[in-house]
């Protein structure tokens, strides 16, 4: 043993010197010792819980390289419930907040603001006890989110075990995990030589790479921390405004956003925030906009929360989406599963808001005509919900007359077939059910997330079987043998069990999730449900009239007509047969009606709910043994009233139905039968 130290003694000091380093490089940016250093320490702090299992910690940096995968996260319910900030996208927003708050509190006025840049990744809660980091959770919706705390231990970034003094004894840090625009870029570069699916943008992938079930992955991904706010109920917090509490996190050994500063009143916010908006392009993670927060923490407490949603004294001063012009090179098209010709533009690459964009979507014709976007146009592009890139539309001053008008096809540019305008809507359809680019799309929407959940079978891949010939529908898929995959480029063993096995393992979806899967037309996936919850097999579904499926409730006459047209089809009966022979369940479980606290119930369910959407708190009374229905009647045991309730809520008083809101919703649903 080194120097003769007691292991329990070499040990500490060893994960203190570890722990330094990384604080040094990673958060300091100032690294202290050399790498082969570095190394050396780790190898001896592994060795010695090796050989002393009783001395590993739960802040020791040897987690950091990750634990053994998991099967599932478990839940975490946060001790303050993880509140969502309302945005205000002018100056005249951000007074009218600051105009509702002083209503409120007249002192906010003059009290200060601080500003933080908005880190646009996936938010996190961390609890501290002792100084200790003993979980990490996702905000899930608020109230409970999911232990992930494995996870987080590998981002470098992160204090396993705080620095200083004078922390809580118990407390939650709230930050932001992200992936760097470098690490982003990096990523995707690698992921497409392995010929993997590349990240949409940095959000999806630091979220995608906080829940990965083994931490070894998450490690690999290099995400980063950014803290700002601490959550310590009924102690003392060694600081008295949200400025002071930044430099304190980053005393701790926490990662605060450089970028922050204190400033009097708004008139010195609308200008510090324009300064923060020009320089967003130089720094190295993706930002929406900045966080403006009232500075004295006692304040924070007076001005409370709108609905338990959102907290009043902090608001999100959300910067405008970026523009980028660039040339429009020619516009193609493509046949999405329902036949439906999508337009899109194929553009010289921009970088829009840190990631590379070579293509946005034109909607339909009606748009390109209204619009009068030509190929070879300089356009302006942005992406909305910064995901989906769009073109505004055309720079007429750049024109040079060389531009080419576009006119619609009336051939499929994919099969020949001949297209459909249908006079009431705005999109054009190729009228081949078997287009060959409708075959492609309805696969891949076959087996994405939300449907048959196929992990594997992306877009290259269903692209791959195609081309090889080795599918024609989604019913071939279940006669995929590993052998034929192996005869395609991309495959390994492995790789080919492991999706035969996927596809496999698929056969016991639901039929509610088959039926949305297979993409007819109008059936979403809540329509499904309906459906499926109702008729209970595919056979009973297949047997009903029109006018059975439409007195459904929530079903339409779209729908209603949309079903029967898919049965009425030979094609799909076939298809469905097939489905059947090759063993796929066909069948709903049952509801648990008549059994669960709720049943013989009726609900009502309006206005926004603080945790729960609309569909989750439907689905929570129907696992109930529960029944929703749409309006308040008589029958109606209760109405369960979110922020923003209309009419509903004045009819269940006229009828004296009792009102009551999510909390006692989630007690009444959770409570024995
Ligand atoms: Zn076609």
């Known amino acids: 043993m080194?120097?003769?130290?007691?292991?329990?003694?070499?040990?500490?000091?060893?994960?203190?010197?570890?722990?330094?380093?990384?604080?040094?490089?990673?958060?300091?940016?100032?690294?202290?010792?050399?790498?082969?250093?570095?190394?050396?320490l780790f190898r001896e702090l592994q060795e010695l819980e090796a050989a002393h299992p009783e001395l590993r910690a739960p802040?020791?940096?040897?987690?950091?390289?990750?634990?053994?995968?998991?099967?599932?996260?478990?839940?975490?319910?946060?001790?303050?419930?993880?509140?969502?900030l309302a945005n205000a996208f002018t100056e005249a927003e951000l007074v009218e907040w600051e105009e509702r708050n002083a209503r409120l509190l007249q002192e906010v006025k003059g009290a200060g603001y601080t500003l933080e840049v908005k880190i646009d990744g996936a938010a996190v809660s961390l609890t501290y006890e002792d100084g200790v980091l003993v979980t990490g959770a996702t905000r899930g919706n608020g109230i409970e989110g999911e232990d992930v705390s494995a996870n987080l231990r590998t981002v470098r970034d992160m204090p396993l075990r705080l620095a200083g003094k004078a922390w809580p004894k118990r407390m939650e840090v709230r930050g932001e995990v992200y992936l760097s625009k470098s690490r982003f870029a990096e990523l995707n570069a690698e992921r497409e030589r392995a010929g993997e699916p590349t990240f949409a943008n940095p959000r999806n992938a630091a979220a995608g790479s906080l829940r990965q079930l083994d931490p070894k992955i998450t490690r690999r991904r290099g995400l980063r921390i950014f803290c700002f706010h601490v959550e310590a109920p009924g102690q003392k917090l060694p600081v008295d405004t949200q400025h002071e509490l930044l430099r304190q996190l980053a005393a701790w050994?926490?990662?605060?956003?450089?970028?922050?500063?204190?400033?009097?009143?708004?008139?010195?916010a609308h200008h510090e925030i324009a300064q923060l908006e020009a320089r967003l392009g130089t720094l190295d993670y993706g930002a929406d906009g900045v966080v403006v927060k009232v500075n004295p923490l006692r304040l924070h407490a007076e001005l409370g929360t709108v609905g338990d949603r959102e907290?009043?004294?902090?608001?999100?001063?959300?910067?405008?989406p970026e523009?980028?012009?660039?040339?429009?090179?020619?516009?193609?098209?493509?046949?999405g599963r329902t036949g439906a010709l999508n337009p899109y533009a194929v553009l010289e690459p921009v970088e829009i808001g840190g990631v590379t964009v070579s293509t946005a979507t034109l909607h339909n014709f009606d748009l390109i005509d209204a619009k009068d976007i030509r190929e070879g146009d300089w356009v302006e592009v942005t992406r909305a919900g910064e995901v989906i890139p769009q073109v505004l539309g055309p720079v007429r001053e750049r024109r040079t007359g060389k531009e080419r008008k576009f006119k619609r096809p009336e051939r499929c540019p994919v099969c020949g077939s001949k297209v459909e305008y249908p006079s009431d809507e705005v999109m054009a359809y190729c009228s081949n059910v078997s287009c060959p680019g409708r075959v492609f799309e309805s696969i891949v929407h076959f087996a994405s997330r939300g449907a048959m959940d196929i992990r594997g079978l992306g877009y290259e891949r269903v692209r791959a079987l195609l081309d090889a010939k080795l599918v024609k529908d989604v019913a071939d898929l279940?006669?995929?043998?590993?052998?034929?995959?192996?005869?395609?480029?991309?495959?390994?063993?492995?790789?080919?069990?492991?999706?035969?096995?996927a596809i496999q393992a698929s056969k016991q979806q639901p039929l509610s999730t088959?039926?949305?899967?297979?993409?007819?037309?109008?059936?979403?996936?809540?329509?499904?449900?309906?459906?499926?919850?109702?008729?209970?097999?595919?056979?009973?579904?297949?047997?009903?009239?029109?006018?059975?499926i439409n007195a459904v409730r929530g079903v339409g006459e779209a729908i209603a007509e949309a079903v029967a047209g898919f049965f009425d089809e030979a094609k799909n009966r076939k298809l469905l047969e097939r489905l059947e022979k090759l063993g796929l369940n066909?069948?709903?479980?049952?509801?648990?009606?008549?059994?669960?606290?709720?049943?013989?119930?009726?609900?009502?369910?309006?206005?926004?709910?603080?945790?729960?959407?609309?569909?989750?708190?439907?689905?929570?009374?129907?696992?109930?043994?529960?029944?929703?229905?749409?309006?308040?009647?008589?029958k109606t045991t209760a109405l369960v009233v979110g922020a923003d309730a209309g009419s509903k809520l004045e009819r269940a008083k006229a009828l004296g139905v009792a009102i009551i809101d999510e909390a006692e919703l989630l007690r009444r649903a959770r409570a024995k039968p």
């Open 478 to 501: 279940y006669q995929l043998t590993p052998m034929q995959l192996l005869t395609l480029e991309g495959f390994a063993e492995k790789s080919a069990h492991q999706l035969v096995d």
């Open 311 to 320: 907290p009043r004294w902090a608001v999100a001063r959300k910067f405008a």
């Open 514 to 548: 088959l039926l949305y899967a297979l993409g007819i037309r109008h059936v979403g996936a809540q329509g499904a449900k309906l459906l499926a919850r109702q008729f209970g097999t595919m056979k009973a579904l297949r047997n009903a009239s029109v006018d059975e």
């Open 323 to 335: 523009v980028q012009i660039t040339r429009l090179k020619e516009i193609k098209i493509n046949v």
């Open 253 to 268: 050994g926490f990662p605060v956003e450089p970028n922050h500063t204190l400033v009097r009143d708004l008139a010195q």
């Open 59 to 84: 802040d020791s940096p040897t987690l950091r390289i990750g634990a053994e995968p998991a099967e599932k996260f478990r839940k975490h319910r946060h001790l303050v419930p993880m509140l969502s």
């Open 586 to 634: 066909l069948k709903e479980p049952a509801a648990a009606d008549g059994k669960g606290p709720l049943a013989g119930h009726v609900y009502v369910v309006t206005g926004t709910l603080p945790s729960l959407s609309r569909a989750k708190a439907i689905e929570l009374i129907e696992a109930a043994g529960g029944h929703v229905a749409d309006s308040v009647s008589k």
């Open 2 to 40: 080194k120097g003769g130290a007691r292991p329990a003694a070499r040990a500490a000091e060893l994960r203190r010197l570890v722990e330094r380093a990384n604080h040094a490089y990673y958060v300091l940016d100032k690294p202290e010792i050399s790498d082969a250093e570095y190394d050396r």
